[in-house]
Structures are given as C-alpha cells and as structure tokens.
C-alpha cells in the first residue's frame, strides 16, 4: 500500500460570528467540494450568518468549476439546506459515519 500525503485545497471562510471550511477534491467525474466545520456563536445564530458562509462558499466552487458540493448535517438542519438549494440524493449517497479515536 502506497500512503501519499497530498496538499489538498482547504478553504477557510472566516467571520467575527462564525467560519465555514471547504476541501476541495476530486474523482473521476471531476472536482467537488466538501463543506466541514459550519460553526456560527451562538448569540449571533438565526441572523443570517450560516446563509451567507454558505452562500460564499457556492459562490467560490462555481467559480473554480466544481461539479457539486457535499456535506453532512444533523437531521434538524436538513431544511435549513434544501432551502438553500442541497437536496439528499439516496442513489449513491453514503450515512455519515464517525469513528472516534479519541475515546470519547
């Protein structure tokens, strides 16, 4: 087995209220985004921060190309991302797995 670290584009959308990140990555279809870590603090939730991060985000993988974006989320944020255009596609969509390393 061969194991190559590579140097994977990571982008990191900041604001004083909160950060969104993006990896790109590819197969062979093409390149796509995978959005991690949407964290918006607390007093400035329901005000329009994750909208805009997430709007920022789409708006940087239209401009490089990417085919599509993906992302997990808690079952309670599932509306939140169909209204802004992500829709669960079962054919060929994993769960969301975790395996914890930390023992926690």
């Known amino acids: 087995m061969l194991i190559e670290q590579t140097s994977t584009p990571l982008f990191h959308f ?22 991690e870590n949407v964290f918006v603090e607390e007093k400035f939730r329901r ?23 993906t992302l997990t989320c808690n079952k309670s944020l599932v509306d939140f991302y169909k209204y ?12 969301c797995m975790r395996m914890n390393l930390d023992g926690v």
Do not use: D, P, S
């Open 14 to 35: 900041k604001l004083e209220e909160g950060h969104l990140q993006m990896v790109i990555v590819h197969n062979k279809r093409g390149q796509y985004g995978i959005i």
């Open 47 to 69: 005000r329009g921060v994750a909208t805009r991060l997430v709007a920022e985000a789409v708006e940087l993988a239209k401009k490089l190309g990417l085919y599509k974006i």
């Open 84 to 95: 802004r255009g992500f829709e669960w596609k079962e054919n060929g969509q994993a769960y």
